[in-house]
């Protein structure tokens, strides 16, 4: 990448070169060249995803969707779009949102385990970890989805049933060296706030 010179006319090379600058976070200078791309080639869809994925990483969400939604608007089949546009949702807040559009990733991209895991994610930051456990059920194996599980429930202060998880994790896949060192961290912060 670093050897990549944009070529007037050809999107592909300032698609490239926008890559490059994303790869080190140079996210304005990223979004000049994606926007070089969609000057020479309006249907260039990938780059309205990088454009997106610039803007998002900038905090700039208006423009995140609206980027997104651009790209959806010529191809709405692409399930990495629907899965973009979730989590930049899912970063503003918008939980509603976000879990609609990871609906349509998952549904057009059954075997992507991202894709179920950010609506797991969805799901946990509105409060409904059943369905969170289901959504990392289906993106991965048992241990982790467990593992996963325990480390939302630790990040929100719930610490016995961050321990549960840990244990499951545990019990499933005993090499799991991470779920052995929560778990000794959720019974120790679910112990200390007993206590208070």
Not at 23 to 46: C, G, L, T, W
Not at 67 to 75: C, I, T
């Amino acid at each position: 990448f670093s050897t990549v010179r944009p070529h007037p006319g050809n999107p592909d090379s300032h698609y490239l070169l926008a890559g490059y600058y994303q790869q080190r976070r140079q996210h304005r200078e990223a979004i000049a060249e994606f926007k070089k791309v969609i000057s020479i080639d309006p249907k260039y869809v990938k780059a309205y995803n990088g454009l997106g994925v610039s803007y998002d990483l900038l905090g700039e969400f208006s423009n995140a969707i609206a980027s997104y939604e651009a790209g959806l608007a010529l191809d709405s089949g692409q399930a990495y779009l629907h899965n973009n546009l979730g989590y930049s949702y899912l970063m503003q807040g918008n939980q509603n949102q976000a879990i609609s559009a990871f609906q349509k990733a998952v549904s057009l991209s059954l075997g992507e385990p991202r894709f179920h895991n950010n609506m797991a994610s969805a799901y946990a930051e509105k409060g409904r970890y059943d369905l969170a456990l289901d959504q990392f059920l289906r993106g991965g194996n048992e241990a982790q989805a467990h593992f996963n599980m325990a480390e939302i429930y630790l990040h929100k202060g719930i610490y016995a049933e961050a321990g549960n998880h840990y244990a499951a994790a545990l019990r499933l896949d005993p090499s799991k060296t991470l779920a052995r060192t929560g778990g000794k961290a959720a019974d120790t912060l679910a112990s200390i706030f007993r206590k208070t």
